[in-house]
């Protein structure tokens, strides 16, 4: 029963200590954690605007007519 006990002493131990690590390593490493995830949603949004700017100026540019009529109206058009 001792053997038991000892050995559950022990894994709560060693889950106490890497829960610790663990702790300590994203603390240490936090600045390069979230430049790399800013670089990753910056790289993610820039794809997506540069994907749907195409459609967009299409659809914002008004077709050119082919013909127009006079820029000023002649005398003789009837108003």
Do not use: H
Not at 10 to 34: C, E, F, R
Not at 56 to 64: G, K, Y
């Amino acid at each position: 029963m001792q053997k038991l006990i000892n050995g559950v002493a022990l894994l709560s131990g060693l889950v106490s200590l890497a829960g610790l690590g663990g702790g300590a390593y994203l603390y240490v490493q936090k600045d390069t954690l979230m430049e790399g995830a800013r670089e990753k949603a910056t790289a993610a949004i820039t794809e997506a605007i540069t994907e749907a700017l195409p459609g967009m100026v299409d659809a914002a540019i008004p077709v050119v007519p082919e013909m127009t009529g006079p820029a000023v109206p002649s005398p003789t058009m009837p108003f």
